[in-house]
């Protein structure tokens, strides 16, 4: 069940800008990112510091660093490290039968606000998060986020100690959110000793989040990334 939360301290405007840029920097380096950042770099005018110091300081590393160098980087951090999922409810469940419970529940977060994925990411991947709170549904969007609050601080410091590039895009994203409360420190806390879970038991069913075969392709409603359609009735 979920809890009552703070309302943001932020403008609707200003946390759309900051969700929407982290989306778009934590993704996968490529040239159309590269492209992208004279104008997340305008954009960032209109977010308040520190988070706007934040999103500008991965900018500049983006500016100054040879692509292939990024992409590697990029593999290195989030595809080999458990501690550093991009994945929100790998965290709480790692990949067990949990897990897959956990990401129907955005998949239905998503269709109650008249969207669905398309097929090329997971539900709860960050990117996919911050995007959905950025340009469909606001309130549901952070709600997704302060619902796996603990596994964001987490993926933060794991960031911090491993002084990556992507920490300041994570630490701009929790800057958003409300401060830690003592049961979510708590969580924190169990993640850091424990880590994620480790059952695996096959997630085939929940592999891809394509929620209904008979979307019409002319109600597609483009977004930068990831692509969010109308569900079909």
Known sequence: MRRNNPRSSHSPRML????????????????RLLGNVTMLRAASQAVPD???????EFMGHLETTPLRELQQDYVDTFDTRRRCNLFLTYFAHGDTRKRGMALLRFKQTYLQSGFELDDAELPDHLCVVLEYAATVDQVQ??????????????LRISLRDLDS??????????????PLRGDERDAVRRLAAEGPPEEEVGLAPFATPHFSPNVQSAGIVAL???TFHPASS
């Open 141 to 154: 969007g952070r709600q997704l986020m302060l619902d796996h609050r603990a596994g964001l601080e987490l």
């Open 50 to 56: 520190p988070i706007r110091s934040s999103l500008q």
């Open 16 to 31: 759309n800008v900051a969700w929407q840029s982290a989306s778009l920097l934590l993704d996968y380096p490529d040239e």
């Open 224 to 226: 930068p990334t990831p």
């Open 165 to 178: 590039a992507w920490f300041p895009v994570v630490e701009a994203v929790c800057a958003t959110l409300p």
